[in-house]
Nanobody
Framework: QVQLVESGGGLVQAGGSLRLSCAAS????????MGWFRQAPGKEREFVAA????????NYADSVKGRFTISRDNAKNTVYLQMNSLKPEDTAVYYC?????????????????WGQGTQVTVSS
């Protein structure tokens, strides 16, 4: 079993930055994919970014590419999402998730483990 806890959300002005952290407990294997998703009220959960636990391959949603960076520290069992040049449309609850299969990296249904989420609010 894997447990995930997000932190680092908050209220920022448009153009500002935040760094989200996802602390994982339990065993994470080299084939796992770690991802970030977000959900605004009344909207579907959407993919943001993903990274392999072993390797540097990453995936980004077009809406955040060039502004957000996903990274990890395997020794600390922690995944990060650095968010720069934030826009009001980035406002959402952000969730960390783990995908044991390594398949469907941008699809939420392939992720078996989820954190509780952290709120990010960007004001104009």
């Amino acid at each position: 079993q894997v447990q995930l806890v997000e932190s680092g959300g908050g209220l920022v002005q448009a153009g500002g930055s935040l760094r989200l952290s996802c602390a994982a407990s339990g065993r994470i294997f080299s084939t796992y994919v770690m991802g970030w998703f977000r959900q605004a009220p009344g909207k579907e959960r959407e993919f943001v970014a993903a990274i392999m636990w072993s390797g540097a391959n990453t995936n980004y949603a077009d809406s955040v590419k060039g502004r957000f960076t996903i990274s990890r520290d395997n020794a600390k069992n922690t995944v990060y999402l650095q968010m720069n040049s934030l826009k009001p449309e980035d406002t959402a609850v952000y969730y960390c998730a783990a995908n044991p299969s390594g398949l469907g990296r941008i699809r939420a249904e392939y992720y078996d483990y989820w954190g509780q989420g952290t709120q990010v609010t960007v004001s104009s």
